[in-house]
């Protein structure tokens, strides 16, 4: 079984919504666990928990105003970016690994921010096993926003890219 057929199954697991796949040829046998399965069996007490550091305490007024404190005020780009930003479709990791804007240092990235990107065009490439893999758009539009750092580890299913549709 090569990477290709790996890299299929992985797909279709994704969008079957299978939990895990087993599956054996000969003296070749693979396991795929999706997060979620792994997650599940995770015991309550063991599952991370995030902490929200406690909220300052309110400074009390010694004037004589007995008016309610203001609420803070709304930062109304960062509704704006989250409204642009679903609009976008998103170019994801298909696999774990590190990820690399070009084929070598010396080498031009594949693509930037502002370059129109066609459907099968190599975008970047990600390291996973010592085997380089070339990965390429299912979409078409113009990149916007390149989300990972070169040579940074990526995650399954990772958004790398912000494109917006042609």
């Known amino acids: 079984m090569d990477l290709k057929e790996i890299q299929e199954l992985i797909k279709m697991m ?3 919504g299978l939990a895990e796949l087993k599956l054996k040829r000969g003296d070749f046998e693979l396991v795929l666990k999706s997060e979620a399965s792994i997650r599940d069996r995770i015991p309550a007490q063991l599952a991370p928990i995030s902490a929200l550091p406690a909220a300052p305490p309110t400074p009390v007024s010694t004037s004589g105003s007995t008016s309610a404190p203001e609420p803070p005020a709304a930062t109304p780009f960062i509704g704006n970016e989250a409204k642009a930003a679903s609009s976008y479709l ?3 990791s298909p696999m774990v690994g590190t990820f690399y804007r070009s ?3 010396d080498k031009p990235p594949y693509i930037k921010v502002g370059d129109a990107v ?9 390291e996973a096993m010592k085997l380089f893999n070339e990965i390429e758009s ?3 539009g113009v990149i916007v926003k390149i989300l990972v750092e070169d040579a940074a580890p990526v995650e399954y299913d990772q958004v790398l890219f912000l ?3 042609a």
Do not use: D, F, H, R
């Open 14 to 16: 994704s969008k079957s």
């Open 90 to 92: 998103e170019i994801k």
């Open 103 to 105: 084929a070598s240092p």
């Open 118 to 126: 066609k459907n099968g065009q190599v975008v970047c490439m990600i």
């Open 138 to 140: 299912e979409i078409e």
């Open 163 to 165: 494109v917006e549709p």
